[in-house]
């Protein structure tokens, strides 16, 4: 059994900031890439950032000198600092991880507000 937990949405204003985290706990031998996504009502989840086991990271060209992904592999915990938000960065963030010999996990979610 895995668990993944997002936690540090809420509403800000434009240009405002955020920090979301992802706690991964339960059966887990050695996690590999985390990653964060989002979705907007109306459209398809997309990968906002992603970082390898190794630190080595990408982004949406969207995102790309606003965002910044890190993890903490002694607590299993990726987080997704959110800078100079917009409101096209409303959104539900997904957390997901992949699980040495298990696959890939989601979490349930947690809904970033931007207002203008």
């Known amino acids: 059994q895995v668990q993944v937990v997002e936690s540090g949405g809420g509403l800000v204003q434009a240009g405002g900031s955020l920090r979301l985290s992802c706690a991964i706990s339960?059966?887990?031998?050695?996690?590999?890439?985390m990653g964060w996504y989002r979705q907007a009502p109306g459209n398809q989840r997309e990968l906002v950032a992603r970082?390898?086991?190794?630190?080595?990271?990408n982004y949406a060209d969207s995102v790309k000198g606003r965002f910044t992904i890190s993890r903490d592999n002694a607590k299993n915990t990726v987080y997704l600092q959110m800078n100079s938000l917009k409101p096209e960065d409303t959104a539900v963030y997904y957390c997901?991880?992949?699980?040495?010999?298990?696959?890939?996990?989601w979490g349930l979610g947690t809904q970033v507000t931007v207002s203008s």
């Open positions: 997901r991880t992949d699980i040495v010999g298990r696959g890939s996990y």
């Open positions: 339960g059966d887990i031998f050695s996690i590999n890439a």
């Open positions: 970082i390898s086991r190794g630190g080595n990271t």
